[in-house]
Every structure is written in C-alpha cells, then in structure tokens.
C-alpha cells in the first residue's frame, strides 16, 4: 500500500484513503518521506488499529469548511493572513545529542540555517499581530 501512496499517480479518493490508512497503521501516526519524496514510515505495532471513525472524520470534515489549506513554502503564508489567523509549527528539533542526529521529514534538511529561517518568520508573524505555536508536544 506504500508502494502506491508512494506512486503519486492516484485519483483524490484512492490517494486520501491510503493516506488514513497508512497514517493509523505506520509508527506512532508520522509522516515522513525520504530524499526522494517517498513516504518511508516503518508499520507500527498496533493490534487493531482504529483506522476509519466515521464520527472523527465527520466533525474534521464540518471544522474545516470554512479552513483554507496552503501547501507550499510557509513562508507564502503570511500574504494570505488575515483576521485571526492562528500559525501552528511543527519543524523537527535539533538534536539533543550526538545519537539523535535525525532532522528530517522532508527530502529537503531542515538544518540550523532552515531553524533561523523560521525564527526571523516568527518574528514577522508576531510584529503582523497574528498568534503561533509550535508543537506541545515536543521537547526543545
């Protein structure tokens, strides 16, 4: 099933349904690709996995109708903002240690030049007036 996500020739519904799938059965529900932009997430260890709630995706579905989605460089996004735009990051970390060398979730790195080149976009998202965090649930 990873082979196909990984085609990048799929009609919308077959791709987003791969894309649930892989999300609830791969370890601990990343996405990551490789350098060549193919998703390499190794399965995770789940007995039975939840892999449709129909109710979820409803309420995510109702939440997101008047959500626009960008994809491209963040840094784009700061045109499109308006009102009360909220920015939520979620960069890999640099490493703590020596050991845990690994910062990459895209086939582009995301090195100490790429952390700056966040900061200083930080920087203008708050003099803008808008609001953001990055993940919680990381440690720095």
């Given amino acids: 099933m990873r082979d196909e996500f990984n085609t990048k020739s799929l009609n919308p519904i077959r791709n987003t349904t791969l894309f649930f799938f892989l ?13 060549a932009g193919l998703f390499n997430v190794p399965f995770g260890r ?7 709630d129909p109710n979820t995706i409803y309420a995510d579905s109702e939440l997101l109708q008047n959500v626009e989605i960008l994809t491209g460089d963040y840094q784009q996004t700061l045109e499109k903002a308006k009102g ?4 939520y990051f979620d960069p890999p970390y640099r490493p703590l240690n020596n050991t845990s060398s690994f910062n990459d979730y895209t086939k ?17 998202v708050e ?13 720095i």
């Fill in 84 to 87: 009360q735009t909220f920015f």
């Fill in 23 to 35: 999300n609830r059965t791969c370890f601990n529900g990343l996405y990551r690709v490789n350098k």
């Fill in 108 to 124: 582009e790195a995301f090195n100490d030049l790429a952390q700056r080149r966040l900061k200083k976009f930080c920087d203008k």
């Fill in 46 to 52: 789940y007995e039975t996995p939840l892999i449709c």
């Fill in 127 to 139: 003099a803008a007036g808008y609001m953001y965090i990055f993940n919680p649930e990381k440690q």
